[in-house]
Each structure stands twice: as C-alpha cells, then as structure tokens.
C-alpha cells in the first residue's frame, strides 16, 4: 500500500508543515513504517540547506543495525572537514537528532561532484539540498516524525509527503519517501505503487553516473526524472516519458521549488484523488487526507489512467 | 422395468452438465419468481416505514459507530435516514440488507454502501473506489464523481453516477445496471460476465477487456476496446430499454441512444483453456 499526500497554495503561503502532517496522519493505515516530508519552506532563497544523516534510526521496528551513537559524531567532523575541503561555508547547523542534521551553508559549484564526495565517508547520505527544499523523513507516525523535527509551524508554499508500507526494501530512513531528486536543488518525490523494471533502468542510469542510496524502487522515480531534467527536459516532459518508460504500477508526485506536479500509470492502478480550486490544488491517495485540511463539502475526482498534471504556485 | 429412456432425455442445460448433481436437504436448489423475489425479506429485516424520517450526524463516529446507528435506526422503525457530514469516510452504509431510503449528505471514500440488497440510496457528494461492491438489489445514485472499481461484481440493482468514474467500471460484474453520466476510465467492464453498463460519455482504454458476457453502451469515443471485446448493431429494444433506463436515472434527457455504441463479448475466450495454442494467441 503506502499513502501519498500534497498540496501547492497558489499566490500565498501556509503553514504547510501542520496542514501534510494531518494529510499523512489521515492516511497512517495505509502506512505506518515511516513517514516523510517535502516541504517547500518561506527560506530568504539565498543560501542552500543540507539535510543529511550520518546513521540511521535504530528503534521503532526499524531493520537497521544496532551501532555505537559515538560513530555519529565521528562521521559529522569528517563531514565538516569534507565541506570546508569544497569550498562550502556553513552558516548554521542543527542537530535534529543524534543521526540527523539540517546545515545552511554557501556553495557555489556542482552540486552532483559535491554530493558524491560528501556522501563518500561511510554511511552519511544527503537526504536533500536545495534553496527552499527541506526533506525530512524517519521511522514513525505523521505526528512523531513533525513533532521530532519541530515541523508543525514550517510556512511555505507547497509540499508532498509520503507514509510508507515496507514491501519492496527495509524499514529504515534510506529506504524512506520522499526521495532527492539527485544531483538538483529543490527536486524531491513520493510514490505509492511498485515498478518492475527497476534493476534495468537502475543499471541503465548508473552507467550515465547517477547515485542510487537504497533499494527502493521508487527511487528510480527520482533519479530517471532528474537525469531527463539533467538532459534539458522540463519537468512535464520528463514526466510524461516515465509512463511509458517507467514499468509497473504508480501514481507519484514530483514537487520543485515552483511547481508540483502527478503522474498516474496507463492502468490507473493506484489511487489518487485530487481537489483543484484557484488558489489551493490538494491530493492524496484517499479523500479523507483532503478533508482533513477542508472539511467542508468540495468537489473532487479522481485523475485518468496515464495522466500527468503540473502546477506551479 | 421403467422406461429408461424418458428419464435420459436430457435439457441443453443438463448436457452442458449442469443440473446434473443430485441436490437434497439445504442445498436444494430453489428458483424464485418476481414475485417472490419482491417479497423477500432477509430474516431479522426491520419493518420500516418510509415515512419515518431522521437525521445522523458521523461527524465524530467511525465507520463501525456509523454503521451500527444506522442499524439501530431501522430497528427502531425509521424508513428514511440522513447521515450527515460522511466526510469522505470509508466503508458507510455497507451490508444493509433492508428497505430504506438513505441519503448521504456529502461524500463517501471506499467501499461505501457496498453489499447491500435492497435499500435505495443518494449521495450527495462523491465516492471513492469500489462504491456498491456486490450490490445484490436496490438503487444508488451519486450525484457528484466516483472512483476507481464503480460497482465492482454487483448483481443486481441499479448504480447511477451522474459525473465521472475512474477505471475499471464494473469489474467482475455479475448482473444490474450501472449508468453514468460522464466519462469513464481505462478497463471498463473488465471481466463482467452479466448485466449491463451505460457510459453517455467517452471511456478510456482496453473498454471491456476479458468479458465474458453482458452488454456496455457508450455513447462518446472509446480509447480502445479489450481482449475480446466487440461491437454489436443497436436494436430497437436496445434503444427502447436505454431510453427507459436513462430516464429512471435522471440522466440524458436529450441525449440520442440510437447512436451509442453497443460492445458485447466476441466468445472467443470462452474455455479458453481447451483452446489450442493458436487459437488462445487469436482470441487474445
């Protein structure tokens, strides 16, 4: 199973942290593993944000292994010599919990050779980099994960979010949505749904020099768009390639740092249901995520086997 | 001795084989007349009266709470329920095996009013997939747009959606009527193998795939017909039962029939599995 939820406010900003928290608590039978945000944040635009972690969160159910918490701090200086190595000057850091960390730093070269050398030093993963983008995703609840993270009060203007039932890979953070669209700023995606063809379009895209961190299929959304977009293809196009290039059954979201967008497979196999209005366009794997932040009478439907939607703010 | 050979003088249903076991006891097979099957009340069935009329307020219940306080309504003799703020919950109003007119005032999410014989039901919102899975009797009409799986192996009864549905439409599909006022998605009428469904507008791909039998009627473009789907010539009764149909379902007052396109199983499908290997890659 797994639940899909996201919305875009057009022209304005909202507390986009509260409103994707009740949307995926809504949808918490559909997947109670993990859960994980996008949020597209109110940030001044001016310097990068960096959520990584350096380990993963070992309670909860999770299939990571056990480790020393003293390995974590021992992985973070590697990490800032590593930075200051590139060039990059960190502004301020936050250490959300003992695995994780929100750096906003300057940074002015390629991000993809930036990316490859940090998340060289043994289990540390960039979980997103962007100007406005900020990824969080761990073991647990809507409500866990926002209250651990302090999401509760993120303004900003968009944002998808994923609550995961593991079938395809482990119940950890690596294998959790929403994926990086690696090596692009402000790129990330959830899906809900499985793809068949994955170790052959994997193979295919690391062999062109893109990263794969987990074994979760629906990482490969993430990478084949953001190697379409690397290939000068909009974010719409790139889309509409992976219905036919993508096997399997999906309905993703895509969320840029100006856009959102939804694509559903030819078989229309998962669900998605979508409320569309001027200034708020909602959806998620079932209405109760909607009427969780309207629960007023509104008027929803659901999208056609092999549409694609984009929409910007 | 007897005579044997009245006894061996078999139907053409007893040489397909069947009505060939010998039934005693509660398996004893019974054919119900109309009349009859008007009649027929499910043993505990509350006698209603339409009359009667209240209101249900499942804004704080849960499909479990929501459902047991319809039941008790009807025990208490109310014909005619309004469940207020439904709230796109899943599973309401299913398993209602009594007369009773229920009107939702708002919108359902899975599996609302599913396995129901008997009740006629509005909703004045939208449903989610698989609304009305295996109605057996009774009348749904929803006002507003439906998911995915609409009427999923219903087997009677009539299921109305005067807006849009998502894909695979009368699925499985044992019998009844489903009628829609829009558009329909991919792998309508997937597999149905009784009954007939009505799409006045345009439906996607793979339109009837695997039927087995029953009949759809679409009245816009078709994205693609299915593995052994087929077009058939309108008759007149055909036109005469559409229009009959479309006006019990409010829906197509001016809408000309006669220029629907009737799809029906091609058969060839059928025993599929004593077919030989080139025979198998034809029907498919």
Redesign the interface.
């Known amino acids: 199973m797994c639940g899909i939820a996201g919305l875009i406010h057009r022209g304005k900003s909202s507390n986009v942290g509260s409103e994707l928290q009740h949307m995926l608590q809504a949808l918490k039978h559909r997947g109670p593993d993990s859960t994980g945000y996008a949020l597209y944040a109110e940030n001044d635009g001016q310097n990068f944000i960096m959520r990584f972690k350096v380990g993963e969160n070992v309670g909860e159910g999770s299939t990571s292994i056990n480790e020393d918490a003293s390995v974590y701090d021992k992985r973070k200086k590697l990490v800032d010599n590593m930075l200051s190595e590139l060039g990059a000057k960190v502004l301020k850091e936050d250490r959300l919990t003992p695995y994780s960390f929100r750096y906003e730093m300057q940074f002015n070269n390629d991000l993809m050779e930036f990316s490859k050398k940090i998340e060289s030093i043994e289990s540390v993963e960039i979980l997103s980099i962007g100007k406005s983008l900020e990824l969080i995703k761990d073991l647990g609840d809507a409500e866990t994960v926002s209250e651990r993270y302090g999401l509760g009060n993120v303004k900003g203007t968009h944002a998808i979010g994923h609550a995961r039932m593991a079938t395809e890979s482990g119940v950890d953070i690596k294998s959790a949505h929403p994926f990086w669209g690696y090596p692009f700023s402000d790129v990330s995606v959830v899906h809900n749904g499985q793809l068949t063809n994955y170790w052959n379009n994997r193979r295919l895209l690391e062999n062109k020099g893109m990263r794969f961190m987990s074994e979760c299929d629906s990482e490969l959304i993430a990478v084949y768009l953001a190697e379409k977009m690397r290939n000068g293809a909009t974010l719409e196009e790139g889309m509409k390639d992976s219905l036919a290039g993508l096997d399997g059954v999906f309905t993703y979201f895509v969320a840029t740092k100006d856009s959102l967008g939804m694509a559903k497979d030819?078989?229309?196999?998962k669900?998605l249901?979508l409320y569309e209005s001027d200034d708020l366009v909602a959806m998620g794997s079932?209405?109760?995520a909607?009427?969780s932040i309207l629960?007023q009478?509104i008027?929803?439907?659901?999208p056609?086997?092999?549409e694609v939607k984009v929409w910007q703010i | 001795m007897a005579n044997l050979k009245t006894s061996e003088k078999k139907t053409k249903a007893q040489s397909m084989g069947l009505h060939s076991e010998v039934l005693t006891g509660k398996t004893q097979q019974k054919f119900f007349n109309p009349d009859e099957a008007e009649n027929f009340f499910y043993w505990g069935a509350y006698d209603v009266d339409f009359n009667k009329r209240t209101d249900l307020d499942v804004k704080d219940m849960d499909c479990k709470e929501a459902n047991r306080s319809i039941d008790e309504l009807m025990s208490q003799g109310y014909g005619t329920i309004v469940i207020k703020n439904p709230q796109g919950k899943h599973s309401l109003g299913v398993g209602i095996l009594n007369k009773l007119n229920l009107i939702f005032e708002g919108s359902l999410g899975y599996f609302g009013v599913g396995s129901i014989d008997g009740p006629m039901v509005r909703v004045n919102g939208r449903v989610g997939w698989s609304c009305a899975e295996n109605m057996m009797a009774g009348k749904v009409v929803i006002e507003k747009n439906a998911g995915s799986c609409f009427g999923a192996a219903i087997r009677g009864g009539d299921l109305i959606c005067k807006g849009m549905v998502g894909a695979r439409t009368g699925i499985d599909q044992k019998g009844g009527t489903i009628i829609v006022g829009g558009d329909a998605g991919a792998f309508t009428g997937f597999m149905m193998q009784r009954g007939r469904i009505i799409i006045l507008g345009d439906v996607g791909i793979n339109l009837g795939d695997s039927m087995y039998d029953g009949t759809i009627y679409v009245g816009g473009k078709i994205g693609s017909f299915g593995s052994d789907a087929i077009e058939s010539p309108m008759t007149k009764s055909d036109i005469d039962w559409l229009k009959r149909k479309l006006k019990v379902a409010e829906l197509g007052e001016n809408f000309d029939v006669s220029k629907m396109t009737k799809v029906v199983s091609g058969k060839k499908l059928w025993n599929y599995d004593a077919l030989e290997p080139t025979e198998k890659k034809g029907a498919i």
């Open positions: 030819t078989m229309a196999a669900p249901v079932e209405e109760i909607i009427r629960p009478e008027d929803t439907y659901d056609f086997d092999g």
